[in-house]
């Protein structure tokens, strides 16, 4: 969710990107358009679409959600050979318009277009670096770091891939980038994996994309996903991929398959959909109880809820009720009416749940306060029990990778024991996955996850001014009415 959801408490969704290359066959405008719809859960901030036509580079981008910010006539005049798309949810840099992506810039060697996903740990030092030589930012966003670091690498390099394989050593953290220069689209992952990137097909087009849902928007047949550390550019004589095996070890983040992803995708081999479902039956098997009913927070709670029901044989129902039609931009004008708002975007369903007792999913729990909403709604219509279930374990650190986790003081299991959690949600019990369970939810497939946000094990080093919470210098606050 956006950082305006309705008094959401869960962790936000980071960006998704997209990059098409077409032989003709496709239109590159619709394409990122379909794509972009498909991955809007992945950010509903801003988004934008950057289009090559010839080495010309158009675009257009805004705030808002893929359906407020295009029409017929934007993409009509969106004309070329190759597009990259963005949505957006800021974890570093402003909520303002200038933020927006795909970020395109023009520099001696023509004009490049970036859609990134992810955050970069060493942003601080770097910009610090770039400032001093003379560099100018127009955005607080991580992403222009990068660019500017490719732009002066391609001063001297031989093509746009090497620039950016000189590059990647360079910049640190999280990063799945697709790039469009005048005559190259390229596809990168940092070496550690952190954020999803795969490939797609479509006749002798090809696709990139943060997750395949996307892939299925636009018809794309799904190729493979992009390796950790490596570079897959395409260009008129096909596809092609510059790739060393990274000394780092794989970590890509577990909380895609737990939260961010959407359910039908595929990511690095494993459904997101099989792997929620097998949170829950883990629950089940952890802490089983009582009960008449199992219901799914909306959505990633449904998936682990299925599970649950599975394992438990207690029969899965709907109990809660979600719309679908509220705007980013719904306006809460006091405490009072924040307090109502889960109401607005949830609502039980009484005529199910009522005298029932019940077993509750749901994803995660950040500061506690949308569940004991959920809970203290169920039981004002007329639940009997409410036991909760949370398909993670408690969030104990926060992420320096790119998801919106807030600092420990504001995590309340940093504060307040799992049964202490349980009274303050009006849970007649609680669990959380355990942190042994949680590889297991993945089947044993995954060769390597990041699980910092639960267990504090960082895979890569953390600068002093991450850890203290010092801010970039250029993230100036701007006002926008």
């Known amino acids: 969710?956006?950082?305006?959801?309705?008094?959401?408490?869960?962790?936000?969704?980071?960006?998704?990107?997209?990059?098409?290359?077409?032989?003709?066959?496709?239109?590159?405008?619709?394409?990122?358009?379909?794509?972009?719809?498909?991955?809007?859960?992945?950010?509903?901030?801003?988004?934008?679409?950057?289009?090559?036509?010839?080495?010309?580079?158009?675009?257009?981008?805004?705030?808002?959600?893929?359906?407020?910010?295009?029409?017929?006539?934007?993409?009509?005049?969106?004309?070329?050979?190759?597009?990259?798309?963005?949505?957006?949810?800021?974890?570093?840099?402003?909520?303002?318009?200038?933020?927006?992506?795909?970020?395109?810039?023009?520099?001696?060697?023509?004009t490049l277009a970036i859609a990134h996903n992810g955050n970069l740990t060493n942003a601080y030092e770097l910009h610090k670096l770039l400032a001093k030589r003379g560099c100018i930012f127009q955005t607080t966003t991580d992403t222009e770091v990068i660019a500017y670091m490719i732009a002066r690498e391609r001063v001297d390099a031989p093509s746009i891939e090497e620039a950016v394989r000189r590059t990647m050593p360079k910049i640190h953290g999280s990063f799945s980038?697709?790039?469009?220069?005048?005559?190259?689209?390229?596809?990168?992952?940092?070496?550690?994996?952190?954020?999803?990137?795969?490939?797609?097909?479509?006749?002798?087009?090809?696709?990139?994309?943060?997750?395949?849902c996307a892939l299925d928007a636009c018809g794309a047949e799904f190729?493979?996903?992009?390796?950790?550390?490596?570079?897959?550019?395409?260009?008129?004589?096909?596809?092609?991929?510059?790739?060393?095996?990274?000394?780092?070890?794989?970590?890509?983040?577990?909380?895609?398959?737990?939260y961010f992803a959407r359910t039908d995708s595929i990511i690095d081999g494993i459904s997101v959909y099989e792997a929620r479902k097998e949170a829950g039956r883990l629950l089940a098997r952890q802490h089983p109880v009582d009960a008449d009913m199992v219901i799914g927070v909306p959505e990633s709670g449904i998936d682990a809820a299925i599970g649950y029901s599975e394992e438990s044989g207690i029969p899965f129902q709907k109990g809660i009720v979600k719309n679908s039609y509220i705007g980013r931009t719904f306006i809460k004008p006091s405490q009072s009416e924040r307090e109502k708002s889960v109401r607005i975007k949830l609502n039980a369903l009484s005529t199910a749940v009522r005298g029932k007792r019940v077993v509750m999913l749901d994803d995660?729990?950040?500061?506690?306060?949308?569940?004991?909403?959920?809970?203290?709604?169920?039981?004002?219509?007329?639940?009997?029990?409410?036991?909760?279930?949370?398909?993670?374990?408690?969030?104990?650190?926060?992420?320096?990778?790119?998801?919106?986790?807030?600092?420990?003081?504001?995590?309340?299991?940093?504060?307040?024991?799992?049964?202490?959690?349980?009274?303050?949600?009006?849970?007649?019990?609680?669990?959380?996955?355990?942190?042994?369970?949680?590889?297991?939810?993945?089947?044993?497939?995954?060769?390597?996850?990041?699980?910092?946000?639960?267990?504090?094990?960082?895979?890569?080093?953390?600068?002093?001014?991450l850890v203290s919470g010092k801010k970039y210098e250029y993230d100036i606050p701007i006002k926008r009415y």
């Open 364 to 465: 995660s729990i950040v500061r506690g306060t949308t569940s004991a909403r959920i809970i203290k709604m169920l039981k004002e219509s007329g639940a009997k029990e409410v036991h909760l279930r949370i398909s993670s374990p408690p969030f104990l650190w926060p992420c320096y990778y790119g998801t919106d986790i807030p600092s420990k003081s504001e995590l309340i299991a940093c504060r307040h024991t799992i049964d202490e959690i349980g009274e303050m949600n009006f849970a007649d019990s609680i669990d959380f996955l355990s942190l042994e369970n949680l590889p297991k939810m993945l089947g044993g497939k995954c060769t390597g996850f990041c699980d910092a946000c639960f267990s504090g094990r960082y895979p890569t080093p953390l600068p002093e001014n």
């Open 177 to 212: 980038m697709v790039i469009m220069s005048p005559q190259k689209l390229l596809a990168v992952r940092d070496p550690h994996g952190f954020r999803p990137l795969c490939i797609g097909r479509i006749n002798n087009s090809y696709v990139f994309a943060s997750e395949t």
């Open 223 to 258: 190729v493979r996903d992009v390796r950790p550390g490596e570079i897959v550019y395409v260009d008129h004589s096909g596809l092609h991929s510059i790739y060393e095996p990274p000394k780092e070890k794989k970590s890509l983040c577990i909380f895609e398959y737990i």
């Open 1 to 110: 969710m956006s950082s305006y959801d309705f008094g959401y408490d869960g962790p936000h969704e980071e960006c998704g990107v997209f990059g098409v290359y077409s032989d003709g066959s496709v239109d590159p405008s619709y394409a990122a358009y379909n794509a972009l719809l498909a991955l809007q859960h992945r950010g509903q901030e801003s988004c934008g679409i950057a289009v090559n036509d010839r080495g010309v580079i158009s675009y257009s981008k805004n705030m808002g959600l893929v359906t407020e910010a295009f029409s017929p006539e934007i993409l009509d005049r969106l004309k070329g050979q190759m597009s990259v798309g963005h949505v957006r949810y800021s974890t570093a840099g402003a909520s303002v318009r200038e933020n927006a992506q795909p970020l395109v810039m023009r520099y001696i060697k023509g």
